[in-house]
């Protein structure tokens, strides 16, 4: 792995910090997105070198957030989104399909399958999602458990959704047990759950790290040798570099 750092912002937010270069997913940096709420706002990021949008549900493809990150900054987007951005004055926005390939801050980025209810947007088709590989870190953005995971691997570090934001998990979303069963077909050497305790609707979460800690347990039974680092919103994972003396990167944490 030559990733340098990951943060998770909350939600679906991770920093992807590789080479000097920033990469964003799916930003949600405010305290509410329609009907949905949190406890606190979050850190402010830093500048960003590039956005990775995984679909366009309104707690994943967030307008506001996107124009703090600036309308300057590429935007990576499902193919038929585009125009959402372009009309309101986002320069560099770029359309992706799975199996695409695409240059981002100068890393290629690799586009894949998402097992995820197709969304759309006013004057948008449905969208398919997608997730993205950068760098050897998979960001899996919403998606179920699907077979096809398994040509992705290996990857060095797994970003996955283990919750949703309500009292039921609907379709297109992996359960605490599920997300533990991708890491099989996944293989990677580390996994960092995503998508759970950031938000509630109508009112700000509990911060209940449940879903986190049922992965982590889920995945020690059926991926013992897959290594799960449990973040807090805000806090930072550094991969360093020099290695630890089995050959390994060496990890702390921290915050943003």
Known sequence: MTA???????????????????LLTDP????????LRRSERPAAVPRIDGVLISHLHYDHLDIASLREVGRDVPV??????????RWRGFGDVREVEAGDVVEVAGLAVHVTPADHDPSWRPGTRPVRAVGYVADGVFFAGDTDLFAEMAAIA????????VAGWGPRLPAGHMSPEHAAEALTL???RLAVPIHWGTF??????AGDDGPARAFA???AEVAPDVEIRILRP????????????????TMSTGTL
């Open 76 to 85: 990576v987007l499902p193919r038929g989104a585009a125009r959402i951005l």
């Open 217 to 219: 347990r889920a995945a």
């Open 186 to 188: 996944l293989q990677p």
């Open 200 to 205: 509630a609707p109508w009112r700000a979460p």
């Open 234 to 249: 805000g806090e930072r994972l550094e991969l360093a570099q020099p290695t630890s003396d089995n050959g390994s990167p």
């Open 4 to 22: 340098d750092a990951v943060t998770w912002i909350g939600h679906s937010t991770v920093l992807l910090e590789v080479d000097g270069a920033r």
């Open 154 to 161: 290996p990857v060095d570090l797994a970003l996955l959704p």
């Open 28 to 35: 949600l940096l405010r305290q509410r997105a329609v009907h």
